[in-house]
């Protein structure tokens, strides 16, 4: 099997990139996606990766969202509509739905970004599955949360920093849930859709189980023989202390806490009905991979 991808310099490209090591994979950078797509290699499928990351540091042009998830998007799902490829995978993001979740999120939910990065995967969506797909094709939109692996430098590292240090997490009396997934049954599902064929469509993609934040601390500290230290403060005085961040902008305040003890909980149903197979990784077990990875790193001669 040959496979044309792109972001393969990425965090998922290089783990996909390691775990498909028995496929034919081209890799596709940005100055080949920027130039004439006919000359790219003959093959049976595309992964699309490469896209604009969230920002949340809010620094980012918003049109450089549009311009590489939908624009670009665009343009790759039309060069595979006229190649001999048959497969088109679209990794795209859970924030195409929504940015908040009350309850579980299943593909019925009913699309609503409220951010120029959600916006402009969904417009990616809905362009895929506007075309009109000739026979014998198939494309697939996945739809991952929060994805956590080895090399992975998002907002674990920085809570598995904070956790070493031996620092009290604060806000463990906010009983939140949230869906992660490992990289690992992202780069399965990913082997499973280029082996298999199943109905076209949108899927979720997200671990079996949802993790409270305080499952993640005890994980994280578990994971380098720490105890995990949860300071259960009254929710409403934290709730006080964010309003008056507010008003004197403290590093707390309450959009901030809102982000840090907010439930997101995915359903990864769809996928594997569709697929028929049990993920090969836990939640735990995939986090306390992620967590011995970041141990690794900054203790390199252990």
């Known amino acids: ?17 390691a775990y498909l090591s028995s496929v034919e994979l081209h890799q596709i950078d940005r100055i080949a996606l920027a130039g004439k797509l006919e000359d790219l290699f003959d093959c049976d499928a595309f992964v699309h990766l490469a896209g604009k990351a969230h920002d949340l540091k809010k620094t980012s042009n918003p049109e450089e969202y549009y311009k590489v998830n939908y624009e670009l998007t665009k343009k790759l799902y039309d060069a595979f509509l006229t190649s001999e490829a048959k497969k088109f995978i679209f990794v795209s993001s859970v924030k195409a739905a929504a940015d908040s979740v009350e309850g579980m999120l299943t593909e019925e939910h009913e699309s609503n970004p409220q951010t120029d990065y959600g916006k402009s995967k969904l417009m990616a969506e809905q362009y895929i599955q506007a075309q009109k797909l000739p026979d014998g094709k198939s494309f697939y939109i996945l739809r991952p949360c929060m994805i956590h692996g080895p090399g992975n430098k998002g907002n674990l590292n920085l809570l598995y920093k904070f956790v070493q240090k031996g620092i009290p997490y604060p806000l463990a009396a906010f009983e939140n849930k949230r869906s992660f997934l490992s990289v690992e049954n992202l780069c399965f599902v990913i082997r499973q859709l280029l082996e298999n064929n199943i109905l076209c469509g949108v899927y979720n993609v997200a671990d079996d189980e949802p993790l409270s934040t305080n499952d993640v601390v005890k994980i994280l500290a578990s994971s380098s023989n720490r105890k995990a230290k949860l ?56 986090l306390t991979v992620t967590a011995k990875s970041f141990n690794t790193l900054l203790h390199p001669e252990k």
């Open 1 to 17: 099997m040959i496979v044309n991808l792109t972001g393969g310099s990425g965090f998922v490209g290089k783990n996909l990139l």
């Open 231 to 286: 300071w259960k403060i009254p929710s409403k005085l934290i709730k006080d202390i964010a309003y008056v961040g507010d008003i004197l902008r403290f590093p707390l305040n309450s959009e901030r806490l809102q982000k840090l003890t907010e439930s997101y909980v995915v359903s990864n149903a769809k996928i594997r009905a569709a697929l028929g197979v049990e993920f090969p990784i836990s939640a735990d077990k995939g």
